[in-house]
């Protein structure tokens, strides 16, 4: 096996004095223990951000990234069946690995399924736009697949980047090309609308993986396109760090959708009217979900059923209450249009 580490990483890791003010969801990190560490989000504190390490360096591993042995913390192979690990299992095993995180100090409100990070343990970031260029001169075959991506949805390619093994360089086994769009809220919109009209109409591109539907993932050409967006611009961020007051841990919610636009992103964030918290008629208010597993796949007009926790965001000195959710499981899309059901 050849090891060419130094080489591959040397083409593609940014020194981390690049990164900028704001660290953007999809970006990969290189930390000083040889960790490929994801960030997920913007909801990051100063110096820090919230992610999770996906591979982590082990003799034993059974991945092979650039001559090196990594095992993963998010994915497993059982019984023939590639399969997701669970949220709670992947945190559990982060602690375990990594003795420098502090599994003591609590995770913000808004996550309960990230690690707190801080940037000062990190060699360096991934850009997902400089590993793009590099898998395009590395790998040809998928270059030309993200060419065709890029005309099938009128996008053009400095609006695209890669993350996932593509950021670091590496091609995973199972050829899934993760790909990152970079537009304005109404440009990813639009290309989200594109993508829709994919999965929805036409059962060839359609993706089913780890039992359930992707409405933002299609296939192309025998190869899952898994598409994430980000924002191009930082001031169109709708949440970053901000000063979070926990009001009730649990409540029962209802909602109808009047605005999806930041429901493509990570977290999701949507504006729900004629709603219900814990049975009495409530304000509108906004709705973050900070699991992106389910970017894509809400619609203006439909009505939720949610546990959440209600929290108050303080925001640059305005405060806002809000509902959170931390898991797909928490909600459910109703029959009914307005009201609490009955039964």
Not at 92 to 106: A, G, W
Not at 179 to 199: A, H
Not at 287 to 309: C, V
Request: proline share 5%; aromatic share 12%; with cysteine.
């Amino acid at each position: 096996m050849k090891n060419d580490w130094k080489y591959e990483i040397g083409k593609l890791l940014q020194p981390m004095d690049t990164l900028g003010p704001v660290v953007m969801d999809t970006t990969y990190f290189l930390k000083k223990t040889g960790a490929l560490t994801y960030t997920e989000g913007y909801f990051h504190p100063p110096g820090h951000f919230l992610g999770k390490i996906i591979n982590y360096p082990d003799p034993a591993g059974d991945i092979e990234i650039h001559g090196e042995h990594y095992t993963s913390i998010t994915k497993a192979w059982i019984d023939g069946e590639h399969v997701m690990i669970p949220h709670d299992k992947q945190i559990e095993h982060q602690y375990k690995i990594d003795k420098t995180l502090k599994p003591t100090e609590p995770t913000p409100v808004v996550t309960d399924f990230h690690v707190v990070f801080d940037l000062k343990d990190f060699d360096g970031w991934f850009n997902d736009k400089v590993s793009l260029s590099r898998v395009m001169e590395k790998y040809p075959q998928i270059g030309r697949r993200l060419k065709e991506v890029s005309k099938l949805l009128d996008i053009p390619m400095e609006r695209m980047g890669v993350t996932g093994s593509l950021a670091y360089g590496r091609m995973e086994d199972d050829e899934d090309i993760d790909l990152v769009f970079f537009g304005t809220p109404e440009q990813n919109m639009e290309t989200v609308r594109k993508i829709w009209s994919m999965t929805y109409t036409d059962p060839n591109r359609r993706c089913m993986e780890f039992g359930k539907f992707w409405p933002v993932r299609f296939y192309h050409d025998g190869i899952i396109i898994c598409t994430f967006c980000v924002y191009s611009d930082v001031k169109d961020i709708p949440l970053t760090y901000c000063d979070v007051e926990l009001l009730k841990e649990s409540v029962e919610a209802y909602g109808t959708i009047e605005d999806n636009t930041h429901s493509i992103y990570m977290p999701l964030m949507l504006k729900l009217k004629e709603v219900y918290i814990d049975g009495k008629e409530a304000d509108d208010i906004y709705f973050i979900i900070y699991d992106g597993s389910i970017r894509g796949e809400f619609y203006n007009g439909e009505r939720l059923k949610i546990e959440a926790r209600l929290v108050k965001l303080k925001i640059f000195g305005k405060e806002t209450v809000a509902l959170v959710s931390v898991d797909s499981g928490q909600i459910e899309k109703e029959r009914f249009c307005k009201g609490v059901p009955l039964f």
